[in-house]
């Protein structure tokens, strides 16, 4: 996301890291919600309910707002990154029916370190030492956790859910990419709109034979977890666009503790020592990244 310029001062980010930390913590419960719906009727169906949701509300938004329809060219930049946003949501709540909800969220840290990489081919920017010296320690802790997660006797589903979230991190890495050019020419109530509306046209044409109507009692639920997501991506998008980047990155790491206690709560679900540790270092090697080259938070918000 776009930070602010000229830098802003400590003291005046405190409100903007309140706001971010109060957006992360409602990304965290809609992940939980989401994990539940995943495991009810499968992550696709769980994704095709809540984006057909979220596009109805955030185009409502839309009309009452009077946001004005994006220009060719702005409306091609949100379906190339939307549609790589809509890979990855799937991939990663795919996984997170088959792993803990902090070991999921620590593997998707990787991703401001893939977009790093990515930067290098995709904006021309040169790929420094501490991009490297990043990667390292991110590779690392990606093979600390899926380690530790055979060594703990999972089944092979445990395993291809860890391995499904590490390549949702891709995806999500070039939308990160993406998402400085779309913060430069769009709002955040257009790009949650446009997001809901090209997760909702990538997941359609599988419906005729994937799609299953849920119960009527679980509209709510769905109509919560859009509510949910709409809400932490106005948050954040208000708080990246008052205080830089490299003063809120910390505050996108408070996910791991959220999907601790949502993951105990609610799924009666440990964190093992190892996924600490591996989270440890994927989080060292994104301080790591930012202090060498600016780069955006982790995608706690890859379903939004």
Not at 248 to 255: D, G, H, I
């Amino acid at each position: 996301m776009a930070s602010l310029s000229p830098r802003a001062p400590m003291r005046g980010a405190a409100i903007p890291i309140l706001v971010a930390a109060i957006g992360i913590a409602t990304f965290s419960c809609m992940d939980a919600v989401m994990k539940g719906l995943s495991i009810a009727i499968g992550a696709y169906n769980a994704m095709l309910w809540r984006s057909i949701a979220g596009a109805a509300m955030s185009g409502m938004l839309m009309l009452v707002m009077r946001v004005p329809w994006p220009s060719r060219s702005g409306l091609l930049l949100h379906v190339k990154r939307s549609g790589s946003a809509g890979i990855s949501v799937l991939l990663f709540f795919w996984g997170l029916v088959h792993v803990p909800m902090a070991e999921g969220v620590a593997l998707t840290f990787l991703s401001p370190v893939i977009a790093l990489i990515l930067a290098a081919p995709m904006l021309g920017e040169r790929i420094g030492r501490s991009a490297i010296v990043a990667s390292v320690l991110a590779v690392a802790g990606v093979i600390v956790i899926v380690l530790g997660k055979a060594h703990e006797g999972a089944g092979p589903e445990a395993i291809h859910g860890a391995l499904a979230i590490v390549l949702a991190s891709f995806f999500y890495a070039y939308n990160i990419v993406l998402l400085r050019k779309s913060a430069l020419v769009a709002g955040p109530i257009e790009i949650t709109f446009f997001m809901n509306l090209v997760f909702a046209c990538l997941y359609l044409p599988a419906a005729p034979v994937a799609a299953v109507v849920p119960p009527l009692h679980q509209a709510p639920v769905f109509i919560g977890a859009a509510a949910l997501a709409i809400v932490s991506s106005l948050l954040l998008a208000w708080a990246y666009r008052r205080a830089e980047a490299q003063l809120l990155v910390s505050v996108e790491y408070t996910a791991f503790v959220w999907a601790a206690i949502l993951g105990a709560i609610v799924f009666g679900e440990k964190v093992l020592p190892v996924t600490i540790a591996g989270a440890l270092l994927i989080v060292a090697g994104c301080f790591i990244a930012a202090r060498g080259h600016a780069t955006p938070g982790p995608s706690t918000e890859a379903a939004s």
